[in-house]
């Protein structure tokens, strides 16, 4: 297969920075990634954002089948081009964030897909939270992400770099960062750093929470204004929780609130999202 660049030259295709277009250049990266991701010949992968198809031809050869999603007209008729003939590989034009994942699901729907992206940027947050909406249908995602982004997912409790993602990542996966990726092993070169995460789909998620979506409210919520107490996030959050009531919930939960959000651990907010949820504090 061609470089992306002379792939890029051969088709007539300007990146556009929109879309997030930097394609990957670096043949051990992109070994890398597919090592990462383990893929193997009973496997289906999604790939997000296959570009013009240089991870998705390594991954073709290795998995059972492969579905490329490309949301650019003009690079699905590159893909088409050049990995059109590769049986195992369909293309998808479209948006990520609508796909389908349950449909894509091997085994008669009961197996679990692997997703593999070098990931548009500016969707990170947007797409790791629809994985996470999907993660019966997946068991391990490898991510291309900013390199921030990707520590910011990974980030334990007690740093400046955990929030709102950090815990629901935490959750419902595993999460490992992996190699940082430097701007050079990209066409055009991104402006930041990049770094790989790999996230392993929990069997249960970490702890028991009963409303997910009271649970992310609730997050949201205490990490509101990041340099204010828990007691102040609580009070103004507007969550089913009455001002007055706050001080006695996290006693009884034995939690500070003179603490900020980023102190406190996965187990913490559930237990604070399921509280809240089981009434009489609104
Ligand atoms: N994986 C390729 C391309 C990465 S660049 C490579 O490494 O070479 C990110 C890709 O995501 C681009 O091809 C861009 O067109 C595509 N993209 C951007 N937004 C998307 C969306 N919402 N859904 C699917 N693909 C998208």
């Known amino acids: 297969m061609l470089s992306p660049l002379n792939l890029l030259r051969k088709h007539g295709v300007r990146p556009l920075k929109r879309l997030g277009q ?3 250049c670096d043949p051990n990266i992109l070994e890398k990634i597919v090592r990462i991701a ?8 999604v790939e997000i954002g296959s570009g013009i198809g240089v991870l ?11 579905i490329a999603i490309e949301i650019d007209r003009r690079l ?9 003939g590769v049986p195992n590989v369909e293309i998808v034009r479209g948006d990520v964030l609508a796909f389908d994942f349950a449909a894509a699901r091997p085994e008669g729907g009961l197996g679990r897909v ?35 982004v990707a ?20 959750l419902y996966t595993e999460a490992r960062l992996e190699a940082r990726v430097p701007a050079s092993c990209f066409v055009p070169r991104p402006e930041v750093e990049s770094r790989l995460i790999r996230l392993d789909v929990r069997r249960e998620p970490l702890c028991a929470v009963d409303d997910p979506s009271l649970f992310r409210d609730v997050v949201r919520g205490c990490f509101a204004k990041r340099r204010k107490t828990l007691l102040n996030n609580l009070r103004q959050s507007g969550l089913p929780l009455r001002p007055e009531a706050v001080p006695t919930v996290l006693e009884e939960l034995g939690i500070d609130g003179k603490r900020r959000a980023e102190t406190l651990s996965v187990r913490e907010f559930a237990s604070l999202s399921n509280r809240i949820g089981r009434g009489q504090t609104s």
């Open 22 to 24: 930097n394609f990957l």
């Open 38 to 45: 383990g893929v193997c010949d009973t496997d289906t992968v």
């Open 56 to 66: 998705t031809a390594l991954l073709a050869g290795c998995a059972r089948r492969v």
């Open 76 to 84: 699905v008729e590159v893909l088409k081009a050049e990995l059109g």
């Open 114 to 148: 692997r997703v593999v992206g070098n990931v548009p940027y500016n969707l990170s947050g947007p797409i790791v939270l629809k994985l996470l909406d999907a993660r019966e249908s997946i068991d391990r995602a490898v991510l291309m992400l900013q390199r921030e």
């Open 151 to 170: 520590e910011r997912l990974a980030a334990v409790p007690g740093t400046k770099s955990y929030g709102p993602l950090s815990v629901y990542v935490a």
